[in-house]
């Protein structure tokens, strides 16, 4: 059964930092690229960045470039999202996803506000 959780969401001030982390069971987690998606209520959820299985390879929305990093340890099946800089708008519940499935994580909620 593959299974997903998120988790490293909270509550942090404008210019704060945070690292969510995503711990993956149930497939081989090596052999999968891994994605980042956020979702507000009310609107579709959007993509916000992505990294490849093997090489790595990384891509970013515009609004979280520079921003925010998206790393893999593939001994701990995990996948990370550094997040540095935060703004008010990107407050959201943040989701992991297997890339090319539906299988995603329970989300974890971040609150960037003064």
């Known amino acids: 059964q593959v299974r997903l959780v998120e988790s490293g969401g909270g509550f942090v001030q404008p210019g704060g930092s945070l690292r969510l982390s995503c711990v993956v069971s149930?497939?081989?987690?090596?052999?999968?690229?891994m994605k980042w998606y956020r979702q507000v209520s009310g609107k579709e959820r959007e993509l916000v960045a992505s990294?490849?299985?093997?090489?790595?390879?990384?891509t970013y929305a515009d609004f979280v470039k520079g921003r925010f990093t998206i790393s893999r340890d593939d001994a701990k099946n995990t996948v990370y999202l550094q997040m540095y800089s935060l703004k008010s708008e990107d407050t959201a519940m943040y989701y992991c996803?297997?890339?090319?499935?539906?299988?995603y994580g329970q989300g974890t909620q971040v609150t960037v506000s003064a």
């Open positions: 149930g497939f081989a987690f090596s052999t999968f690229g």
């Open positions: 996803n297997v890339w090319g499935t539906n299988y």
């Open positions: 990294i490849t299985n093997k090489e790595d390879r990384t």
